[in-house]
């Protein structure tokens, strides 16, 4: 019996030029090199130029996705975009990005679940594949988030950087094992009764500002590893296969020592894990999507390698996405 599996065609990345280290941090905030690395793993991060949005980042990805897929933008039928800094309060970023490709038909919305976005993205687009409503998607991930960052909190400022990432999903046939090429299983979750740990203070309905992101870092870390690793066992569970046999584990880049502590508890060994942090920072529902296209532009994530996606973030949301690539 065969099924409807969700295949990627295609990725793509794009950041901006502008990079911002953190010796020109520590020469505007209490900070330093050496404490950011030990804390965090980061060493730089990209930062958008006055007059580039989110939508102009997530043009420049998928482009780039449909590209490397071989397509034109007249052969998607459902643009997802996740982003948790939006262009506008409406219309969606994601229908800006659509009429910047030229695509004129099928559907664009955004979709919003912080640093897990990506993650939920695909979950959300895999559904529309396998239910037969769309024949091939652009899953973007995008984010500015320099935009709502209190550049004299030392302890959110460090953290962040901007950036876009995409997939091109196509419906193609499998046989429903976990040999099949594809998405094989997702699992999203979310507890709203952790909002201030990880939250911006403004909105248009609470403060009619855009605000500020505000984080309670060791409580976000102390929830961190459990809930990744909850949803990553899940995901084994439901395709019938382990951490032996994945080939890449692509984590949301947050934080090294949350991406080192998950892959220690799951046992799944160093040379295994995708790492971008280092060099992009946090970038929100960008991060996953960045972190893929670097490993599969540098020869590491090759057809038929069986790739493990996790994320968390602010709400609390967190997931886990297994795909054959």
Not at 150 to 159: A, E, I, K, Q, S
Request: hydrophobic letters at 45%; glycine letters at 10%; charged letters at 20%.
């Amino acid at each position: 019996m065969t099924v409807v599996r969700s295949v990627v065609l295609g990725c793509g990345a794009y950041l901006p030029e502008r990079i911002l280290t953190n010796a020109e941090l520590a020469a505007t905030v209490d900070t330093s090199d050496e404490w950011i690395v030990q804390r965090t793993g980061i060493r730089e991060r990209h930062i958008a130029a006055e007059g580039e949005y989110t939508s102009h980042l997530a043009t420049k990805a998928a482009q780039a996705a449909l590209d490397d897929a071989g397509l034109t933008a007249d052969q998607i039928d459902l643009i997802v975009l996740a982003t948790s800094t939006p262009d506008h309060t409406f219309p969606a970023t994601a229908v800006q990005v659509q009429a910047a490709l030229g695509m004129t038909h099928g559907v664009a919305f955004d979709l919003q679940a912080v640093c897990s976005g990506f993650v939920f993205a695909v979950a959300t687009a895999d559904n529309f594949l396998r239910g037969g409503s769309a024949k091939r998607a652009l899953v973007i991930g995008a984010e500015t988030f320099s935009r709502i960052l209190d550049w004299n909190d030392r302890g959110t400022c460090v953290l962040f950087g901007d950036g876009a990432g995409a997939i091109v999903l196509e419906a193609q046939e499998g046989w429903g094992t976990s040999a099949d090429r594809g998405v094989l299983t997702t699992h999203l979750r979310s507890d709203g009764r952790h909002k201030h740990k990880l939250y911006v203070d403004g909105g248009p309905s609470s403060t009619q500002t855009v605000g500020h992101l505000r984080m309670e870092g060791r409580e976000v870390f102390k929830h961190a590893v459990g809930m990744i690793t909850g949803v990553i066992i899940d995901a084994f569970n439901a395709s019938g296969t382990s951490a032996d046999n994945v080939d890449w584990f692509v984590p949301h880049q947050a934080n090294k020592r949350i991406i080192d502590a998950s892959a220690q508890k799951l046992h799944i060994a160093p040379q295994k894990v995708v790492m971008t942090v280092d060099r992009h920072g946090n970038t929100s529902a960008a991060s996953i999507p960045l972190a893929l296209a670097a490993a599969v532009a540098d020869g590491r994530i090759q057809k038929g390698h069986l790739v493990l996606l996790e994320a968390m973030g602010g709400g609390f949301t967190w997931g886990s996405a297994l795909l054959r690539w």
